[in-house]
């Protein structure tokens, strides 16, 4: 799960890690008050920044800086219902704009390899760190953290100096130490600050002082570790989930959207991937992953149903049910009932085996639903249904 760069900051502050202070906004009003708060305080300019869960808002317009209150309602405007990637701006991070003297990167990530925790640092940060990844490898420095004790602090050091911010050891250090931490307290899969930067600020006798903050912040939470963090569930953006994403997780379907047009419906995940395996096999493409777990309940069914359906390029559905606790003559209902209420008709093909399924099959062939004896001809059933509805379409 992607966290906003707000819900990544406080993440990093509950570390006692450097971040300048944040306010959220949700109109260009909203956004203007931050800013004279800002600006009264002292700063002479607020820095706004879309909140999407994108990376790269820098390049597509969606940070600005402002020097009044009037230009920082203008420019909060201006982004608001900005189009990023794909994704509409609700909201806007306000901040006092930093002085930057120099931008690094460095983000402690997951790798799967060597089942351990990576910091990665640069000198190089604020831009595409990819880049750098393909065009000067050598410009990454990285330190795999200890999987009990962490980053120990003489690999702290070293990776510090490589990225040459010895000016700035102690915070430095402190800070990569911070994010393995944020990373385990929080069960992150990433935790990436682009740019860590020196900034320069007044000091306490008003001369100029550099210090090192976290400018960026960008987290994902590894969704199955959830459960042991009720708090940050709640870091969800139901502003930018996807529609189908929320109604699966609500209903407890796992959906993946693919690019094929027959629709799968099947319960066990096992079962689901043997049954788009067939599929492909027979000459067809799925247009989903979808398990709709235990018990298969009717309303379950119709959930399902109804996110098949929202893919427009689907022209057939298969159901693949195989009656264990879930019983055949339950799902038979609930498609039937589905089938009443879905807005467009699609051939389907259903094969459910397993406890009830006699009853399931009266059922549905008292509904002249088509159904097959064995996952085979299921299978060729709806990758020829398919063919027929794209042949009739076309
Ligand atoms: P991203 O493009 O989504 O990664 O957003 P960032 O927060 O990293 O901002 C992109 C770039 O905008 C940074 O690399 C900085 O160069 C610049 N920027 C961000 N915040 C400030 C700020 O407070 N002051 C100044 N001068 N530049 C900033
Ligand atoms: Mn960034």
Redesign the pocket.
């Known amino acids: 799960m992607k966290i906003q ?1 707000s819900d990544a900051k406080s993440l990093l502050l509950a570390r006692g890690l450097p971040v ?1 202070a944040w306010t959220v906004a949700r109109t260009p009003a909203a956004a203007r008050q931050a800013a004279e708060a800002i600006l009264a305080g002292g700063e002479d300019k607020v ?1 706004i ?1 879309a909140l999407v869960l994108v ?5 597509a317009g ?2 600005k ?1 402002a020097g009044s209150a009037d230009e920082a309602e203008q420019v909060a405007d201006a982004i608001l219902g900005m189009n990023i990637k794909g994704i509409t701006v609700q909201k806007v991070l306000v ?6 003297v120099k ?1 690094f990167y460095l983000a402690a990530v997951l790798d799967r390899k060597s089942q351990r925790i990576i910091l990665m640092g640069s000198a190089e ?2 831009m595409d760190i990819e880049e750098v990844a393909a065009t000067r490898p050598e410009a990454i420095i990285r330190e795999a953290a200890h999987p009990h004790l962490g980053l120990l602090p003489w690999q702290a050091r070293r990776l510090v100096f490589g990225m040459g911010l010895g000016a700035h050891l102690k915070d430095a250090v402190r800070i990569a130490t911070g994010l393995v931490e944020t990373m385990l307290v929080n069960d992150a899969d990433l935790v990436e600050i ?2 860590l930067a020196i900034i320069r600020e007044a000091g306490p006798d008003g001369s100029p002082v550099e210090r090192l903050v976290c ?2 912040a960008k987290v994902t939470l590894d969704d199955s570790a959830l459960g042991r963090h009720p708090d940050l569930a709640g870091m969800r953006d139901l502003d930018e989930e996807d529609p189908t994403d929320r109604i699966a997780r609500e209903q407890g379907i796992s959906f993946i959207k693919l690019d094929g047009n027959i629709g799968c419906m099947v319960n066990g995940a096992g079962l689901a991937m043997t049954t788009m395996d067939l599929v492909k096999q027979a000459g067809g493409a799925p247009a989903n992953f979808l398990d709709i777990g235990g018990g298969a309940r009717s309303d379950k069914v119709a959930a399902a149903m109804a996110l098949i359906l929202s893919d427009p390029k689907v022209e057939a559905i298969l159901v693949n049910i195989f009656g264990g606790i879930a019983r055949g003559d339950e799902v038979a209902r609930g498609l039937v009932e589905a089938r009443k209420e879905q807005a467009r008709s699609v051939p389907m093909v259903v094969r459910i085996v397993g406890t009830n399924a006699e009853a399931a099959a009266q059922i549905l062939q008292a509904e002249k639903v088509a159904t097959a004896a064995s996952l085979d001809e299921a299978v060729s059933m709806a990758v020829a249904a398919a063919r027929a509805s794209a042949g009739g379409a076309a």
């Open positions: 760069e300048p820095v920044k990376g790269g808002r820098g390049k969606g940070v800086l901040a006092a704009a930093a002085d930057i931008e940060g604020g682009n740019p400018l960026d």
